[in-house]
């Protein structure tokens, strides 16, 4: 979980991971180590799961507006409303 977390928190600091992240997120999440379900929700941006996988909400949230994900789309996530 720590590198899961370093990951969202290096997004979330830094501009030009996160661009990174969107253009290609497949070596990001390798350097990193994140694997399974973990790297399908990561790759999906699945917040809904990410949540329910036990990510720590906070870093969920501000990697998701560093990574420009519209606030009322990952609301929406979140409730269960939109995948």
């Known amino acids: 979980m720590y590198s899961l977390h370093k990951l ?3 997004i979330r600091k830094d501009p030009d991971l996160a661009e990174r ?7 990001i999440l390798d350097s990193y180590g994140i ?5 399908a929700a990561m790759r999906g941006l ?4 990410m949540h329910e996988r036990g990510f720590n909400p906070y870093l969920i949230y501000f990697c998701a ?3 420009k994900v519209d606030r009322a789309d990952y609301y929406a996530q979140i409730r269960g409303e939109k995948n």
């Open 8 to 10: 969202l928190w290096d």
């Open 21 to 27: 992240y969107l253009a290609d997120p497949d070596p």
């Open 35 to 39: 694997a399974g379900g973990d790297r």
């Open 46 to 49: 699945d917040f809904k799961s």
């Open 65 to 67: 507006i560093q990574l």
